[in-house]
DNA sequence: ATCCGCGATGAGAATAAGTCTCATTTGCAG
DNA sequence: CTGCAAATGAGACTTATTCTCATCGCGGAT
């Protein structure tokens, strides 16, 4: 599955434009890693203008392409995503991200939404911890 | 409960020293709003310099006196924290943080952990909607 | 295929946000 | 009281992000 050809897909469906800097983005994005900062996409991309990273970064969340991982110390990164609504398991030592979602997250928060008497439209969750393949590595 | 006398407390059963800068900014903090900014800070306490305003921020999420909030759009605000652990509901059309405790998520949580191989030592969770007082207002 | 309008872009300046240095000050243990 | 390591402040510095505006080029209309 050409993820790329899918994103470009969805760009154009939202009525935008699909240009050359923001296939070069693209690109750049998928070569990085599994998160990524947005000077890291400056760097990686070179021919493409500063202030198009930093619009094309939020474009592409506004469309869903793109989304932010809060990590542990509070700073902000950015991934790519397939889609949907998803939550991050960050990886304390290797730093991976892996997205996860849970039906019994959603339903105990909406019960929460219930109780509390909040409408709640959105959330955000974010775990932090040793994923399985660091976790079988030798001890430090 | 006099909140700062708490915290000072606090301050001092962790060995840090309880410095007229730092009582300043306690009390800079308790002024501002339900969660602030670190350039409020540096502004509501115009006699506390730049640096020590970051460094204190720090000291004090060190010792659990403030605590991060992700707000929607991704930026990091500050807020007071009375202690443990806890998340946040924030409202979209207000901007009041509540905090929060669910006995569930925490044990969904643990589940999903036991599930997957990780081994969660942190995590973050923000909620955000209207909160009860908004949605019992007159719609606009 | 060609044209044209407006969305998109780039360069670089401007602003915002956070960190660092280091000489000086100051809690507080003894 | 005294000594000293911790804490501070001023402000330069680095890093992050936004803004401006002249120019460009995508893609719908023809």
């Known amino acids: 599955m050409p993820a790329t050809e899918i994103i470009e897909r969805t760009l154009a469906r939202g009525g935008y434009r699909l240009t050359a800097p923001r296939r070069a983005l693209l690109e750049a994005m998928q070569d990085l890693d599994d998160h ?9 991309a070179p021919e493409v203008g500063r202030a198009t990273v930093f619009r094309t970064l939020r474009l592409m969340q506004d469309i869903g392409v793109v989304c ?3 990590l542990d110390d509070g700073s902000v990164a950015y991934r790519l995503t397939s889609g949907g609504h998803h939550h991050h398991m960050v990886c304390s030592q290797c730093g991976a991200v892996a997205d996860f979602t849970s039906h019994d997250i959603e339903d105990v928060l ?3 939404a219930d109780r ?4 709640i439209d959105a959330h955000r969750l974010e775990m932090y911890g040793r994923c399985p393949r660091c976790r079988a590595l030798p001890d430090e």
Chains 1, 2 share one sequence.
């Open 116 to 119: 509390t008497g909040y409408e």
């Open 36 to 44: 990524f900062t947005a000077e890291d996409v400056v760097t990686a």
């Open 110 to 112: 909406q019960q929460l």
């Open 68 to 70: 932010q991982v809060v």
